[in-house]
């Protein structure tokens, strides 16, 4: 689509010529009135909004089809993660986070300029990490953040076990470095991570420690193992990894695509996965998952993928 500009004297014409792209409105910030700025000349919109960055400051958010706590969860921001505020109307902020672009809105409490935050330098690779008011584990709680949270860490303690985090001290062995590859078992990290998260409960929109949907599991031990992944199972599908082989033995570390549904295998015969069924992050024999998905749909594994 081009945007051609035509002289009419006290004002200009804007002519568009061709049709528009496709474009994935859960990724694209554009509705009916309002647009990211970026989209000039891709998709038009009455107005265009220059993005402001923002900064997750509450531990975490639950990000939302439309403004208003009773509206349908769509992803979740987690403390420490950039989002892209477009417009804020009363306590909603409209916008797209910064991680993988998902639009939505988000309570306007929940952010902060990202002038104001430091810089995070460090991620809660644990389940969850607690803020101490000292370094030491006897003192005083000073707030709880989930698994993937992002946070500034400054110098080691004394002891060498915690480090300094805005007013308080977080354990090092709650953290990792932003950007650390974690392996845990051989070449793959992605299962025993997961395996953290054995009954967690399941979060429609979730993706963190405290509740999760089965491609925020994925995305979220992605992240932690230095990949970064798209939100939803569908989008995962289509980019990560590579096709498994007909006939060829899954093993550790595998991602299993059903439809809007995706899991990841502990070994070749079980798959660890948040789902609706057991409503929990639990592993389960492959063929049960199979079957139940076999009795609604034609084609229930939609893709086999490896992740190199």
């Not at 403004?67 to 987690?78: M, N, Q, T």
């Not at 953290?196 to 509740?211: E, K, M, N, T, V």
Request: hydrophobic share 40%.
């Amino acid at each position: 689509m081009d945007m051609e500009t035509a002289d009419t004297g006290a004002h200009a014409k804007f002519v568009l010529n061709g049709p528009e792209g496709q474009f994935d409105p859960r990724t694209t910030a554009h509705r009916g009135d309002l647009a990211d700025i970026a989209l000039a000349g891709k998709m038009f919109a009455p107005h265009y909004a220059e993005p402001m960055p923002m900064r997750c400051s509450a531990p975490k958010a639950m990000l939302r089809k439309q403004s208003g706590k009773d509206h349908e969860a769509i992803s979740e921001l987690l403390h420490g993660e950039d989002f892209y505020v477009l417009d804020i109307a009363g306590d909603w902020a409209w916008g797209y986070c910064g991680h993988d672009s998902y639009v939505g809105y988000v309570p306007v409490h929940a952010l902060q300029h990202r002038k104001k935050t430091p810089e995070p330098t460090h991620l809660v690779s644990a389940r969850a990490a607690l803020i101490f008011i000292e370094p030491d584990f006897k003192s005083g709680v000073m707030k709880r953040l989930p698994m993937g949270a992002r946070i500034a860490c400054g110098e080691p303690s004394e002891c060498g076990s915690y480090l300094k985090t805005g007013k308080g001290f977080v354990h090092v062995r709650h953290v990792q470095p932003i950007g650390t590859k974690v392996v845990f078992d051989g070449s793959n990290g992605t299962a025993a991570l997961a395996e953290q998260l054995i009954g967690a409960p399941y979060l429609w929109g979730g993706r963190s420690g405290d509740g999760l949907d089965c491609s925020g599991l994925v995305q979220m031990i992605l992240m932690l193992t230095g990949m970064a992944a798209p939100r939803d199972s569908d989008q995962q599908q289509a980019a990560l990894g590579e096709e498994i082989g007909e006939g060829e033995e899954l093993r550790r570390g595998d991602l299993v695509f059903f439809p809007n549904h995706v899991g990841l295998m502990v070994d070749k015969e079980r798959i660890i996965h948040a789902g609706s069924h057991r409503m929990q992050v639990a592993i389960e024999p492959l063929a049960d998952v199979v079957a139940r998905y076999a009795a609604d749909h034609d084609q229930p594994v939609l893709a086999r993928k490896r992740l190199s």
